[in-house]
């Protein structure tokens, strides 16, 4: 009985399973004939197009030093590792995981700092006061080896001031190569002339083979930096200096410990002969023309090292001018440059040694637009390009070495770049550096007219802005110039120049005309007029003594600012048009549009409405919180804070003040242009947001600030849903389009006969477009590496070009071994990108 | 009858007069216990201020640094670029003095090394020169309580983990004394010789980076969970990696020493004297072996306590542990000077207190213990 029930159910149980695992039965009665007209077919759903970041959600964390970043990527802890790294090691583990790439960064570079003082206060002789030794020390070191041997190939060999990888490396390739060439590694021609100098100079090589001066042993002080691989050049250029009969004391110091030695000691005192430098540029350098003031004259820096330096008068008077764009022309400029260069060598308080590479590791299926000097963190679009390949939201994350390092608040918060890669997703700006060339591009402004003084060298590359040239450039006389802290008003250019002004340059900025009701602050609140209103009032305020939040660190940088600035004029304001009268110039238009002349409600440290600077106005001009550390350290109070920590409570404490009284700060001025109901309606938005957040970190970026856990060092950010620009806005930036070059041509040319060269430009095996092409120049060298001839070659076609050269020039050539370079300069990236070809010229 | 009378008052009078001058004696024993350990103690932070500012020289360190710094900052800003040469040497001068004032550079080192030395002692902590607070303050009070959370939450943990788990399986050794697991604890107890952050890196290498089953480090998953519950949760799976390492590099030395500490007891002759009286072995282990061990354990146990103070850098440092100990290194590092004075004297000012209170606990725990004349 019980097995039949048994086996009754079982059947019953197959049976429906069976029936629910048969397919669907065909209908056997025909479909119902429409009657009536056919009910439309819905249609297939578009995508909808994503605003804003293409990532749900970005979580930063601190997860202590580099040496955590590849185990943590390896082991799925992180996403990316933001930060750039160094070391040929790890550079060869990521490249041999195919789960990882990464991005390259070029800006930071070492060199060999010299004592410039030929004798110290003791009588002791330093042979690198003598600017012949020091010329000399660029044939002591091999560059290659330092490339290859120290950094693993993760570097470019660097011999003068100005970084491979920007504009004016390749603007003066034909100097820069024949510079190179004259400074090859040759250590026998470096002790020649050291021997000689050493000679005149008084010193004599002792039996030992050492050298003496005035019967002693000349001791080399070399201080070491040991926190990375200037520790190995150290070693390395000590060992090549006992080579030529110096005996090296080297003293291994970290940062600190080095600092008071080489930047704060008097170089009389020879304290010190040589020290391992390094320097960083943390975006694309569009004009390095400044680096030679810099670097080797007294106008640096007011250190005592920098006060030693003696530039021969003819340098001093050219890096002066390239500092201060005193020239006429490009051409001008060209000449001054490719003079400095030489110049540079001849004085060479400096030998450069390498343009280090770092990279930035992330795994293989994240893409994202790295700055090439900044790296993925410095760059201001990682927000609107970072996003998994083929899928739209998900979320990343981003390890980086801490965050939260300093209190954050927009006018003189946290300044790291662990805090501000951060901020940059969460604000955004009028303009934006392009990642791969420096030019400014614009994201908030419609367009731009920059006019400019005559006889200025400036120009202009993109269509966004439009140049002119005036001969004389006046400021209106109701622009504002000044601002008066005591009124709250501004001064217009009619009471501060009764005479009336000019200016160099005038930039006309525009918005659109929808800006106001399109961008709106995290908090709710539009943007507003207001908003730029207090940028331009903070640009003043902080820096006048009458001021409540009057700042001494301000003062100063108000100082340096009005030295230049002549005026700003609001034309219109719906749409908005600004226009900035100045008299700094940059030598590309693109880049006279500066977020500054933008007055864009960008501060210094941060993006910010003008409702959450008045909380933080209120709370310092009440000396309980201060902006800037210096100040906070001299009124003992907290430094404030818009994030985390007790300045909370007290900006809590001052919104709910402001939002009784309707609060506007600066009256007298924002009053005009702010009412009572925006400011009520605005302190209201940011109190819910307060209540929702705990901070009061309001942009207009494509991400919010959801969560700030200082505790675990932990920072997240959500999608910015209203964020009103699609996602595919900056989608341009993926790779960074650096060309391919190859030659073709015969390997012998006949003297008085004309040659060939094709040339082929390339990206990603595709023909190089023409109109990204800013030059394709070739230059002729000897086998000993003299400049024989240079030209620009001519296109033929879509990424082919020819070098044609002629009988006459052949000519010219020395019989022997040549070499043809060709450099390609283009205007979406800034590497240069080189190809070489070698031949015999032939007499006929 | 008389002199019974007489006799009552006289025992009175030698009782009050006995109790009077122990009162005096042992006043005078603790006004000269509290001085000499005060003294002790502002003799050590006027050390720790001349060391943590090297006699003066950080000075000239910080200024360096700050030339440095700054001068970096402004030729990288791009506000900046295309100031003259001399404006921008200029700019650059200003900030200089001005940070230079901010952080009292200009004052002589030795008036600054006594008002160091008065706001320590005073505990008035004051603000840090250029570290903050996880949170974002200055305030060096919040820069220490703020870390000490995360360092009592971990270290205390550990510690008193290890400290009763090493006296329970000490005081079971001491009883199996040639045992197989008393030879065990025995030979393993040279491991301890490698520091907790050692054995971190190989956990770290195979529950984080190779099985996956626990994080690298961290206080807690990121983002953080929102509820207590979760965020708890996930603290104590962050928890486990770091007590293991700690456990494992310590455990074995610890019952080895504890258990020969009780070898050493169970030895003397009033143990032999219980065990023949017949007592029961627990009764012998609580009163015969435990009890005149207490000062010791309590001292042990005390010094362990204020010891989670200074925290531990570099195991903190493997396991990316927001404690004290990093945040002091750090302190170091960048010559901080009102961080490394503020936590030096919070923990001068614990072992004073506890050196202090263990004399009053000897007294108590230990009737061999007497404050003399």
Redesign the interface.
């Known amino acids: 009985m019980k097995r039949g029930l048994l086996a009754l159910t079982l059947l019953l149980v197959v049976g429906l399973l069976m029936t629910a695992c048969r397919p669907a039965a065909t209908p056997t009665t025909p479909p119902p004939k429409p009657t009536e007209a056919p009910t439309p077919v819905p249609p297939t759903p578009t995508p909808v197009p994503r605003f804003g970041a293409w990532l749900d959600e970005v979580v930063f964390m601190g997860i202590g030093g580099d040496e955590n970043a590849l185990p943590r990527l390896e082991g799925g802890d992180i996403d990316i590792y933001g930060h750039g790294i160094g070391g040929p090691e790890n550079f060869a583990r990521v490249k041999a995981n195919p789960d990882l790439t990464y991005s390259m960064a070029f800006g930071s570079y070492n060199e060999i700092t010299f004592n410039p003082v030929l004798e110290f206060k003791d009588g002791r002789l330093n042979p690198f006061g003598d600017p012949q030794i020091r010329e000399a020390m660029n044939w002591a070191v091999d560059r290659n080896y330092i490339v290859q041997e120290i950094f693993g190939g993760l570097g470019a060999t660097k011999l003068l001031p100005i970084v491979s990888a920007f504009p004016d490396y390749a603007r003066y390739i034909d100097v820069v190569r024949a510079l190179e060439a004259k400074y090859a590694y040759n250590l026998d021609r470096a002790k020649e002339v050291i021997s000689q100098r050493m000679i005149e100079l008084g010193a004599e090589l002792g039996p030992d083979g050492k050298w003496a001066y005035k019967g002693k042993t000349i001791t080399l002080v070399f201080v070491i930096r040991v926190e990375d691989e200037r520790k190995i050049i150290g070693d390395y250029v000590s060992n090549q200096l006992e080579e030529m009969g110096f005996v090296v004391d080297r003293q291994y110091k970290t940062r600190t410990e080095a600092a008071p030695i080489w930047i704060r000691s008097d170089p009389a005192e020879g304290l010190w002969h040589l020290y391992t430098g390094g320097w960083i540029t943390t975006a694309v350098e569009r004009d390095a023309g400044d680096n030679f003031a810099y670097f080797y004259t007294k106008l640096g820096m007011g250190s005592p090292l920098w006060q030693a330096y003696t530039p021969t008068e003819e340098f001093f008077n050219i890096a002066e001018r390239l500092a201060n764009r005193d020239f006429k022309s490009l051409a001008e400029r060209d000449e001054l440059f490719r003079k400095a260069l030489e110049l540079a060598m001849q004085d060479s308080v400096r030998v450069w040694l390498v343009d280090q590479f770092s990279f930035t590791p992330r795994l293989a299926k994240l893409e994202v637009a790295a700055d090439l000097a900044g790296g993925v963190e410095g760059s201001q679009l990682w927000a609107m390009t970072m996003r998994w390949k083929d899928q739209v939201g998900g979320r990343v994350r981003w390890g980086q070495p801490d965050v939260l390092i300093e209190p954050w608040n927009p006018i003189g918060g946290s300044n790291w770049v662990y805090d501000v890669d951060v901020q940059r997703g969460l604000g955004e700006y009028a303009v934006v550096s392009d990642p791969y060339t420096g030019l400014l591009l614009p994201n908030r402004i419609e367009k731009a007219e920059v006019v400019v003084k005559e006889g200025l060298p400036v120009g202009k590359t993109l269509d966004w802005v439009s140049l002119q040239f005036a001969p004389e450039i006046k400021v209106p006389e109701d622009a504002w110039a000044d601002w008066d802290a005591a009124n709250q008003r501004f001064i217009t250019v009619g009471e501060k120049f009764p005479e009336g002004t000019t200016a160099n340059v005038k930039v006309t900025v525009y918005y659109p005309a929808d800006l106001f009701q399109k961008v709106r602050w995290h908090d709710g609140s539009p943007l507003s007029l207001g908003d730029f209103l207090m940028t331009m009032i903070m640009t003043f305020d902080r820096g006048k003594e009458e001021s409540p939040i009057f700042d001494e660190a301000a003062k100063s940088i108000l100082d340096s600012f009005l030295a230049h600035f002549k005026g700003v004029r609001i034309v219109s304001t719906d749409p908005l048009v600004i226009e900035t009268y100045e008299d700094l110039f940059y030598l590309d238009a693109e880049n006279n549009v500066t977020n500054a002349v933008c007055w864009w409600p960008y501060y210094d440290q941060g993006q910010a409405p003008w409702h959450s600077v008045a909380l933080g106005y209120l709370a310092e001009a009440n000396k309980e919180l201060a902006f800037t550390s210096a100040k906070a350290t001299a009124l003992e109070v907290e430094y404030m804070s818009y994030v985390a920590g007790p300045s909370l409570d007290i900006l809590k404490k001052y919104l709910d003040q402001a939002a009784a009284e309707k609060f506007i700060p600066y009256a007298p001025t924002l009053g005009q242009f702010v009412s009572a109901d925006e400011a009520a309606a605005r302190y209201a938005n940011l109190a819910k947001w307060y209540d929702q957040y705990k901070h009061f970190w309001v942009n207009t970026g494509p991400f919010y600030l959801a969560l700030v856990d200082p505790t675990a060092r932990t920072v997240l950010l959500k999608r910015n849903e209203a964020y009103p620009d699609p996602a595919e806005k900056w989608a341009g930036f993926g790779v960074p389009k650096v060309a391919v070059v190859e030659l073709e041509g015969p390997s012998q040319v006949t003297k008085g006969q004309e040659a060939k060269y094709d040339v082929y430009v390339t990206f990603e095996e595709e023909p190089y477009p023409s109109d990204e092409i800013a030059s394709v120049v070739y230059l002729i060298f000897d086998s000993q590496g003299n400049l024989l001839a240079k030209g620009d070659a001519a296109m033929v076609a879509e990424g082919q070009y020819q070098v044609v050269l002629s009988g006459d020039v052949t000519s010219k050539f020395p019989a022997g071994a040549a070499k043809l370079e060709v450099a390609v300069a283009s205007k979406v990236v800034s590497i240069p990108a080189y190809g070489t070809l070698e031949f015999v010229v032939v007499a006929p | 009858m008389s002199e019974q009378a007489l006799a009552i008052p006289r025992k009175r009078v030698r009782s009050v007069s006995f109790l009077q001058s122990t009162f005096a004696r042992l006043l005078r024993y603790t006004l000269v216990r509290g001085v000499t350990i005060f003294i002790t103690v502002v003799i050590g932070v006027y050390l720790t201020v001349m060391i943590a500012n090297m006699g003066g ?1 950080v000075d ?2 910080r ?3 700050i ?2 710094n700054i ?3 402004v ?2 800003d ?19 003095r ?2 230079e ?3 009292g550079l200009d004052q002589p080192f030795l008036i600054r090394s006594f008002r160091f030395l008065e706001n320590a002692l005073t505990l008035r902590l ?2 840090a ?1 250029l570290m ?8 060096v009070r ?1 820069i220490l309580l ?1 870390r000490l ?2 360092t009592l939450l971990l270290f205390g943990t550990e510690n008193l983990f290890l400290f009763f788990l090493s006296l329970f399986i000490a005081l079971m050794l001491s009883r199996q004394y040639g045992s197989l697991w008393d030879r065990l604890f025995v030979v393993l107890s040279p491991t301890s010789s490698a520091p907790g952050w050692f054995y971190g890196l190989f956990l ?1 290498l195979i529950f ?2 190779w099985l ?1 089953i626990l ?6 998953d ?3 969970p929102q509820t207590p519950l979760l965020y708890a949760l996930s603290v104590a799976k962050h928890m486990i990696l770091p007590i293991m390492a700690l456990t494992l590099s310590a455990i074995f030395l610890s019952v080895y020493s504890w258990r020969t500490f009780f070898l050493i007891y169970s030895s003397e002759d009033y143990v032999e004297l219980a065990k023949a009286k017949g007592l029961s072995g627990r009764t012998i282990e609580r009163r015969y072996i435990l009890r005149p061990t207490l000062p010791t354990i309590v001292t042990n146990f005390l010094l362990t306590v204020i010891g989670l103070w200074t925290g531990a850098p570099i195991f903190e ?1 493997v396991f ?1 542990w ?1 404690g004290l100990g990093r945040t002091l290194y750090q302190a170091v ?1 960048l ?1 901080d000077v009102p961080v490394i004075v503020g936590s030096t004297v919070i923990f001068a000012y614990l072992l004073a207190i506890t050196v202090f209170l263990l004399d009053i606990i000897y007294a108590i725990l230990d009737p061999r213990v007497r404050v003399s004349a």
Do not use: H
């Not at chain 2, 791009?78 to 200089?96: C, F, G, N, T």
């Open positions: 020289y000239q360190i200024k360096g640094e030339r440095e001068a970096i900052q030729i990288n791009p506000a900046y670029r295309s100031l003259s040469a001399d404006a921008k040497r200029q700019l650059i001068e200003e900030r200089v001005l940070e004032k901010r952080l004051g603000f020169q903050n607070s996880n949170s974002g303050s200055r305030q919040l703020e959370p995360a770290i984080a980076g996956r994080p690298f480090g961290d206080l807690v990121a983002p953080p440092t990316n927001p590092g010559f």
